[in-house]
């Protein structure tokens, strides 16, 4: 079973107007790269030149930030819920 991602308005445009899909995978990392696979211009928008998420987007899967899991190794389970979410700022 896929896991879904959820891709937020302002990366849309990158991802072909998609609000969601579902990608297979067993870790966010997996997941990330069938996402990647399909819309290729959204690697850049969300990794650095590393290969590392930016500093500025974050990843939650089933509400809860990656950063505060496993990161990147983190196991998905089917049928979860990935959501891409860029920070904004402003003044």
Do not use: C, H
Request: glycine letters at 10%.
């Amino acid at each position: 079973m896929p896991v879904l991602v959820k891709i937020p308005t302002q990366l849309r445009p990158a991802a072909g107007g998609a609000a969601e899909t579902e990608v297979d995978g067993a870790t966010v990392q997996e997941v990330l790269d069938g996402l990647f696979d399909r819309f290729e211009e959204l690697r850049a928008r969300i990794y650095d030149d590393d290969g590392s998420l930016r500093r500025f987007v974050n990843v939650y899967l089933a509400g809860e930030d990656i950063r505060f899991l496993d990161g990147l190794s983190t196991p998905v389970a089917d049928g979860a819920e990935l959501t891409i979410l860029p920070a904004v700022a402003g003044g």
